[in-house]
């Protein structure tokens, strides 16, 4: 496989992954405001700093129709669920020769659709049936890959962007709600820590299996040992660091990439989740997005810089 190929076939799984995952943090904060007591809102610039898009944000006003605006409609905005609609969709055109042609067909008309719509979508009115569409056709759009392309190479490359990019917004997720999700005064924090914690649950589609797995209230110390450590639950970092080890095994030449990857893995099993106050979380968890980073380096590097002359098939 080309190293081209590899590439965009890698870009194409993340894009997919970011427009789904800001889909679902805009439609449980959105939700969020319908639980709080009026006048008690949630902090919409949080989402910007989930996102990483602090520096590209240029508006001074973060009241909600701004922020989503700028999450879901702006074109100039690299983490817009428009434009990574668009950054996947372009990376499909170039390899749609290696993915299936529904696969394509389907991500065709859903970049057309997020066009169309969502410059209504930031409205109270139109938001939840947008971001609904999305999160359905991007899920569709997973379970089409899994269901009709090869398992190849191809397919690899695939499942490590899908799961470095989902590893690498739960730790973003979790890193900024666990803190500031709310205003931050004694009574706040004492009357609804109980539901910012499972809004950071459901941001992540997990306070289902949460409770299924854990057989507990909700509460901080048991919402991050699930997030950081199941082994089962499909967006918690262990699985999806487990996903991306074991895609990287059947590649060649994936040792240094790999102890990249069992590093990270390491430092999720040894930690002591009851021990992190909230400085230890965010510096634990700094580590761990400089590793998720030094992972896509060495991947970049290895497979994609364009140095070798292929990948080879697995």
């Known amino acids: 496989m080309l190293a081209r190929v590899a590439e965009n076939i890698y870009w194409m799984a993340r894009y997919l992954e970011r427009a789904e995952n ?8 959105a939700n969020l405001t319908l639980d709080l007591p009026k006048g008690l809102k949630p902090i919409w610039s949080q989402l910007i700093a989930i996102t990483g898009a602090e520096a590209m944000y240029s508006s001074n006003d973060y009241d909600e129709r701004a922020v989503l605006k700028f999450l879901i409609s702006e074109p100039s ?13 372009e990376n499909a055109r170039t390899i749609r020769d290696v993915i299936p042609r529904e696969v394509w067909e389907t991500m065709n008309s859903l970049y057309l659709y997020a066009k169309e719509q969502a410059p209504q979508a930031p409205s109270k009115r139109g938001r939840f049936t947008f971001l609904d569409e999305v999160i359905r056709q991007c899920q569709m759009l997973t379970g089409m890959l899994a269901g009709t392309m090869n398992h190849d190479a191809g397919y690899i490359f695939l499942r490590i962007g899908r799961y470095l990019e989902r590893a690498d917004m739960t730790s973003r997720i979790v890193d900024i709600r666990s803190s500031n999700l709310l205003p931050s005064t004694t009574a ?8 910012q914690w499972m809004s950071v649950l459901r941001s992540l589609s997990g306070y289902q299996m949460y409770r299924r797995a854990m057989q507990l209230r909700v509460q901080r110390t048991e919402v991050l040992r699930f997030l950081f450590q199941s082994d089962v639950f499909p967006r918690s970092l262990s699985f999806s ?7 990287v095994g059947f590649l060649p030449n994936h040792e240094k990439a790999q102890l990249i990857v069992h590093r990270v893995k390491r430092q999720l099993d040894n930690a002591h989740i009851d021990k992190l106050k909230q400085a230890e979380l965010q510096m634990f968890v700094d580590q761990l997005q400089i590793g998720f980073a ?19 098939a697995a």
């Open 77 to 89: 905005s690299q983490v817009s669920i428009l434009s990574c609609l668009a950054s996947a969709r």
């Open 22 to 29: 800001i889909a679902r943090l805009i439609s449980v904060t």
């Open 294 to 312: 030094q992972i896509h380096d060495e991947l970049q590097l290895a497979y994609f810089s364009g140095l070798g002359s292929a990948v080879a």
């Open 241 to 247: 660091i487990n996903s991306v080890n074991n895609a």
């Open 188 to 195: 706040t924090v004492a009357t609804y820590e109980n539901l």
